[in-house]
């Protein structure tokens, strides 16, 4: 007898430390319907997921309905796609070991696959992004956390345990500024969000000079990088440091991967030449001698929330299909 059941739709699940997006998508991958909520409104991880879980089935069944769902993906800052858990994540809510994947399983019904927010972003990318056609490539996430993912042979490294691509910790100072992640020194203390602001806090301190991020209701990567375009020195200083931090880090990076292309994304990739002057200064000049100019270092043109859900749907068809409705 033909099967008759294909279900043709998936569920795709962005989590990030300020908003959770969700939105079904089609073998296509076409978005057909999408919401969102604020992630820190459930600082009680069995609220968020009760919460995620019922606007799910909501969306769902206002579209189309639950028998035409296959899976859920999932992508979020400190989660393994080998335990299906958030391990100790530095910048979400909720601390400890999570299981994730088998909490919104149990809740569903339907099989959920979770993975580091990098590895979606970059899963999402390679199939839909500037990295499509390309086998050996690094994506960077930019943002509140400075996440990674790296692609061999046309093949995302996970590691043994599911931790591959944490790039914002690895050490870039010794004994340097405190990281969420309790050790010190990290990169992403210097160039991630949380950092910038810390290096423009610091120069204000330190000098006198003039500057319009001293009448800024609220320092932010996008306030500073706001007053880099009105041609403010300091700030553009504040840029030129975490340019040059980023740009050491990711040489090292490439000179152990020897990539194509590093693909920069998140917020803070936004930045313009405020960033990616210095960056690739600095990367040019600590990386191994033989990749000079062979790597390019490219910004993605997708929008952020879009290339996350699109790859946590692309995540969603990977896992085998399982169902409590069967």
Request: proline share 3%; glycine share 10%.
């Amino acid at each position: 007898m033909l099967e008759q059941n294909i279900k043709s739709k998936v569920v795709g699940v962005d989590i990030s430390n300020e908003l959770t997006t969700y939105a079904i998508v089609d073998v296509r991958g076409n978005i057909l319907a999408e919401s969102s909520f604020p992630t820190t409104d459930y600082p009680d991880v069995n609220n968020f997921v009760t919460a995620l879980s019922e606007k799910i089935v909501m969306l769902v069944e206002n579209n189309g309905g639950y028998e035409n769902i296959r899976s859920i993906g999932m992508s979020s800052p400190s989660a393994s796609s080998v335990s299906g858990c958030l391990e100790n994540a530095a910048n979400l809510p909720w601390k400890g070991v999570i299981p994730m994947a088998a909490m919104l399983r149990d809740r569903l019904g339907l099989a959920v696959a979770l993975s580091n927010d990098a590895h979606v972003s970059a899963l999402g990318e390679y199939t839909f992004g500037c990295a499509h056609g390309m086998k050996n490539f690094i994506i960077i996430s930019l943002g509140v956390g400075l996440g990674s993912c790296f692609f061999t042979e046309g093949e995302d490294h996970k590691g043994h345990l599911g931790y591959a691509g944490e790039f914002g910790h690895t050490c870039v100072v010794d004994g340097g500024r405190e990281c969420g992640c309790g050790h010190k020194g990290c990169l992403e203390a210097y160039a991630g969000a949380a950092g910038i602001v810390r290096t423009a806090k610091e120069m204000m301190a330190e000098s006198d000079a003039p500057s319009l991020m001293r009448d800024l209701e609220r320092v932010t990567p996008r306030t500073i990088n706001e007053c880099c375009e009105k041609d403010d020195e300091m700030a553009k200083e504040v840029y030129r440091r975490t340019g040059y931090m980023l740009g050491l880090g990711l040489a090292n990076y490439a000179s152990i991967i020897d990539p194509e292309a590093i693909i920069l994304t998140g917020g803070i990739s936004h930045a313009g030449e405020w960033l990616y002057d210095p960056l690739k200064e600095s990367f040019e000049e600590h990386v191994f001698g033989n990749m000079h100019g062979k790597v390019k270092i490219l910004v993605s043109e997708l929008n952020d929330r879009e290339r996350d859900v699109l790859g946590a749907s692309a995540l969603a068809w990977s896992v085998p299909e399982y169902s409590l409705f069967k």
